[in-house]
């Protein structure tokens, strides 16, 4: 991915990315998050706009370096809001959004710690009042308040919504890949570290969190009343079945059955 | 005929007696005159001849040939009926409502969707004496037939222009709307990438509950408030949280068994109050035309796979054109430099999960049948009527894949010369 390869009008757009501290998925240590990053990625392609970043959490070594990731991307500073660990970051990120009001807010779909259920977002645009979309794929114009944006789509399909600002938008797997992060930079960036007020959480304390157990696997469960049906079920290759021949038909014909199905299922356009 | 069993007590006295002269002629008429070993007793049970079963083999051994090809010929029509006739359900004066929010993507319930309905299966009828009923809420026009078998006992089906297209604003308020018409006890909705997921989150946060995203489990648990607890994946699938079930549940694929033996009411239903007009701030302005062949293989919808079959090559690009598929090929087509690496299809190459797969002129070795296997409809356009792959096929034709091709290229031109002229009187 190019520099700046799309560059759309967005000059004087007050972007904010909220980012979060990933999890190598192998060594478990800490890195950017793979999301956020290309929150921050597709924020520094909007030509003209400016950009900052906001991290809510705790202070410490580890969490400074993955932080720093992000500064290693061409960004020079970041706000870290600081926090209790285990708090809840909805209040704080809620009162620094308010007052920075920005028009864009960009984040990754869901962390990689903690509890990553992904509904921040929503949160955060119920606390503000803003409408959220998610699955943001490329923002494709802003003008008079409004942008054009363009929301991925299972299947590689696209979508074109049009969007009041201010706004949430999450990003996903779908969106341009983000750029390399240079140490000399993340070395130089600032971490401009704000201590908060934190409130904690009380319902995470309940909780039991363990490893991620290996789900098991469904069985394939023949219901049949005679020992014969669910013995030849185990134990037969299935052959497709209920599948409809056509032969001797002329080449229309079959041409015919095989558009009839196309219609049917919508896959033709 | 009628389903009433007549019974004559001086035949079945006979069949039971068997010094009696007419014994056998009465045991073949009370067996359907096919085989004399059955017949139903005075009791209701059925009683077995075994003297009158299997036939004499070539030595003058009696032989018993259980592997049920004969006995599969005269199962009558009344016992192959009452088999596959599921328990059916209705529950008229539920304790509580259990609603669901299945995605419904391309209008029928999906496997995730029965998924889910198996789950809210097992938390209305945790109680027999006091059953909950499902509550199916279902956003537009849909395909889908078979709510009872699913698990439904009320459908609810909210029509009307402000849930065309992606208006997760409008689909909120209604839920909302049904949330104080109903006040079901649980909200389920599937964790998909198709809508569910995202609406799931909006509507948790609307009513101000903390909801579990990613759940793949639920047990009961006397300990926990709701008497429900579930698991969850959390921190990107590395951990598992395990919680008291809250009132809205996000859940993965999988994370229950779907209904199978009992056929529910699907009774319709309709809201007591009228659904609010919501201002949208988000605004549809529809779906923009994607590349077919830009799209990657895995992703693709509509695949039109090329194999050994295909001689015009010309002829096979055209149609995939034409057609707007996303082309994919064979290992031999491959091999041969027709496609590239990329293309090729199954276990050796991309593993696809389209919708519809066109496969012309490919045999299917069984790495390309492995390869399709989610695959919902599988089209087959092959010479050879006996070959794997329109055994796996839901439509095969047989015939020059060339001439199909060309064939199905006018059709599709001259459909969408219809549908402009149309465009164009409108």
Not at chain 1, 63 to 74: K, P
Not at chain 1, 152 to 159: D, E, F, I, Q, V
Not at chain 2, 400 to 414: F, H, P, S, T, W
Request: charged fraction near 25%; charge should be negative; hydrophobic fraction near 40%.
């Amino acid at each position: 991915m190019p520099l700046n390869a799309e560059s759309p009008g967005a000059s004087g757009l007050n972007v904010a990315v909220l980012v979060s501290i990933g999890r190598h998925p192998l060594t478990a240590r800490t890195r950017r998050a793979d999301q956020d990053a290309r929150a921050v990625e597709m924020a520094l392609s909007l030509k003209g706009a400016s950009v900052n970043l906001m991290h809510a959490g705790q202070h410490d070594s580890d969490n400074e370096e993955a932080i720093r990731g992000y500064l290693g991307m061409g960004v020079e500073e970041i706000r870290l809001l600081e926090q209790m660990p285990q708090a809840d970051v909805v209040p704080v990120l809620t009162d620094a959004l308010r007052a920075s009001a920005p028009q864009l807010v960009l984040t990754g779909t869901r962390a990689e710690t903690g509890e990553g259920s992904g509904i921040l977002p929503y949160l955060l645009a119920e606390a503000l009042g803003w409408p959220v979309i998610n699955g943001l794929a490329a923002v494709e114009k802003v003008e008079k308040g409004v942008a054009t944006v363009l929301q991925a789509l299972p299947r590689g399909k696209r979508r074109r919504l049009r969007v009041r600002l201010p706004a949430i938008a999450t990003v996903d797997a779908s969106a341009p890949a983000a750029r390399q992060s240079a140490f000399g930079p993340a070395r130089r960036g600032e971490l401009d570290v704000q201590p908060h007020a934190s409130e904690a959480d009380p319902s995470l304390s309940q909780w039991q969190i363990q490893p991620a157990r290996k789900r098991p696997k469904r069985l394939k469960i023949v219901k049949s009343s005679s020992a014969r049906d669910r013995f030849k079920a185990a134990a037969a290759k299935s052959d497709g079945g209920g599948g409809q021949t056509l032969t001797d038909v002329t080449p229309e014909q079959g041409a015919e059955a095989i558009f009839k199905l196309l219609r049917e299922e919508g896959v033709l356009r | 005929m009628s389903e009433l069993v007549r019974r004559d007590p001086r035949k079945e006295w006979i069949a039971r007696n068997r010094l009696h002269p007419q014994h056998l002629e009465i045991l073949a008429e009370i067996g359907g005159n096919a085989v004399s070993t059955e017949w139903m007793g005075p009791n209701g049970l059925m009683r077995r001849n075994l003297h009158a079963v299997g036939f004499m083999g070539p030595n003058g051994i009696r032989r018993i040939d259980r592997s049920g090809a004969s006995h599969a010929a005269h199962t009558n029509a009344r016992s192959s009926q009452s088999q596959d006739a599921r328990r059916s359900v209705s529950i008229s004066d539920p304790a509580f409502m259990i609603a669901v929010v299945p995605d419904m993507a391309g209008g029928r319930l999906s496997p995730h969707d029965r998924d889910l309905l198996g789950m809210a299966r097992q938390l209305a009828d945790a109680n027999p004496d006091q059953p909950g009923a499902v509550l199916a809420i279902v956003f537009g026009e849909h395909k889908e037939s078979a709510f009872d078998e699913a698990g439904v006992d009320r459908l609810l089906s909210l029509e009307g222009e402000q849930f065309d297209g992606y208006t997760p604003e409008n689909r909120i308020a209604a839920l909302q709307g049904v949330d104080r018409d109903v006040s079901p006890r649980h909200w389920l909705l599937p964790d998909s990438n198709q809508g569910g997921g995202e609406l799931g989150r909006r509507l948790s946060v609307r009513l101000g509950e903390r909801a579990a995203t990613q759940v793949w489990q639920v047990e009961a648990d006397s300990d926990s408030a709701t008497g429900w607890r579930c698991t969850t994946r959390g921190a990107a699938g590395s951990t598992d949280v395990v919680r008291a079930l809250p009132r809205v549940v996000i859940a993965l694929a999988e994370c229950a068994d779907p209904v199978s033996e009992t056929r529910h009411a699907a009774e319709i239903i309709e809201l007591s109050q009228e659904l609010p007009n919501v201002l949208g701030r988000i605004e549809d302005i529809g779906e923009v035309a994607v590349d077919p062949a830009s799209v990657s293989l895995a992703e693709a919808e509509f695949i039109l796979s090329a194999g050994n079959g295909v001689k015009d090559w010309d002829n096979y690009h055209h149609a995939a054109e034409v057609l707007g598929a996303t082309k994919g090929a064979s290992r031999v087509a491959v091999d041969d430099g027709h496609m590239p690496r990329d293309r090729q299809v199954g276990a050796t190459g991309t593993w696809v999960s389209a919708r519809v797969y066109v496969a012309v002129g490919i045999s299917g070795a069984i790495q390309h049948l492995q390869g399709i296997q989610t695959c919902e409809k599988v089209v087959a356009i092959n010479l050879d009527e006996g070959c794997d792959m329109v055994k796996r096929a839901d439509l095969a034709v047989i015939g020059d894949a060339n001439a199909i091709l060309a064939a199905l290229v006018k059709r599709v031109e001259q459909y969408r010369a219809e549908q402009e002229e149309n465009r164009d009187a409108a």
